[in-house]
């Protein structure tokens, strides 16, 4: 190389060349758009804090469509909710309707009387169930569900969003009523936390 | 915000020659900006992996057709209000074994080893109506995980199971 002239060491601007990191965050992108899902925000999940449990079974994950979720509050109250907006339709007479049964005849629907659960606001139309509506709603769920698929076989797959706090009772009401309808399979919701090694 | 940048093209309309194409720079700096934002957004919004489920079965058929259930075979899980785990082991008879309280952290290597013993069990689940939806859980996150034939049936909590437990100490 020839021996370079000392000359003034002037500062000279970075370019830093920066196509590939374009490249690379446009894939990042390409990827993110293609995994994400979106929900209205008229058919917002109900809000229940979940207890937390350590097995998790992989065979048997929540699926993409067609779930019917029963959310327990600290409050008593059962929302049934299906992903379907026209199911919903149907059944609840609204596309964004959400059913709320509240099993114990000795207190109040905490929804029916302040129109939140806990502190959050329930923005959804509700539909008040009682006992006999609300296992007629889980028949006609299924009915509607399989002349709207064409599939006189399909199922919902029922998942339940218990709330810490939720008494035990409600769910034994609502096992009885699910045992009534022939939904004799259904699946816990938890918060899997990492088993801590003994 | 730079806009393009284009070389002005030489003079207008009166010459009939090609304008000679100057190299065009665009600056890139407001499509990288807009992109990192969508990608924001998206990292943010996308959920990844679906919840995983415990499952639950509820016995098939109708409530008219019992099984015969050998109660020798039968291990009873009665959980209180408080709730505190029993553990009462059925016999043929329709005896039971005095009841010994359980920790929920030992559930799963209890039914091991019992189960080790017998492994035909049915449990029998009796949960206080005013227990919290967490134990449950949390036993079946016990259950799920002892390494055992997960046989169980829920049954009503009776006065006499209530009367048991108050006398275990509730």
């Avoid at chain 1, 028949?139 to 939720?166: H, M, W, Y």
């Avoid at chain 2, 806009?3 to 407001?30: Q, Y």
């Avoid at chain 2, 291990?75 to 039971?96: A, C």
């Avoid at chain 2, 009841?99 to 039914?111: G, P």
């Amino acid at each position: 190389m020839a021996i370079k002239k000392v000359r003034d060491i002037r500062k000279a601007s970075i370019n830093i060349d920066m196509t590939p990191m374009v490249d690379v965050i446009m894939l990042l992108l390409t990827f993110f758009m293609l995994t994400a899902t979106f929900k209205a925000a008229e058919s917002e999940a109900v809000e229940v804090s979940l207890p937390q449990s350590i097995y998790s079974d992989p065979d048997n994950k929540m699926r993409e469509n067609d779930v019917m979720t029963l959310s327990l509050t600290k409050g008593g109250d059962v929302f049934v909710d299906v992903d379907n907006y026209k199911v919903r339709e149907k059944v609840f007479g609204d596309q964004f309707a959400i059913g709320v049964y509240h099993p114990d005849s000795t207190s109040k629907s905490e929804v029916e009387l302040k129109g939140t659960v806990g502190n959050k606001e329930v923005k959804r139309k509700i539909v008040l169930l009682n006992k006999a509506s609300f296992e007629k709603a889980l028949v006609d769920c299924k009915t509607v569900l399989r002349s709207v698929e064409g599939n006189p076989k399909a199922e919902f797959q029922v998942v339940i969003k218990g709330d810490k706090e939720t008494d035990y009772g409600i769910v034994e009401d609502l096992m009885d009523s699910m045992h009534e309808t022939n939904n004799k399979l259904f699946s816990l919701v938890t918060i899997i936390k990492a088993d801590k090694k003994e | 915000m730079a806009g393009g940048n284009f070389d002005a093209p030489e003079t207008g309309g009166k010459d009939k020659k090609k304008t000679k194409a100057k190299g065009v720079h665009i600056d890139m700096t407001p499509m990288v900006d807009v992109i990192m934002l969508l990608l924001t957004f998206f990292m943010l919004t996308t959920t990844l992996s679906a919840p995983q489920l415990m499952k639950i079965s509820l016995p098939k058929g109708d409530v008219k057709d019992k099984v015969k259930v050998d109660m020798g075979n039968v291990l009873f899980v009665r959980v209180s209000d408080k709730g505190n785990i029993y553990f009462s082991n059925g016999h043929s008879d329709g005896s039971e074994s005095p009841m010994e309280k359980t920790d929920i952290k030992n559930v799963a290597k209890q039914l091991e080893s019992i189960y080790a013993q017998n492994n035909n069990l049915l449990l029998l689940l009796k949960f206080d109506r005013k227990m919290k939806y967490s134990v449950m859980s949390d036993i079946f996150d016990e259950i799920s995980r002892a390494k055992i034939e997960k046989r169980y049936a829920f049954l009503k909590m009776e006065p006499a199971d209530i009367e048991k437990i108050n006398a275990a100490g509730g």
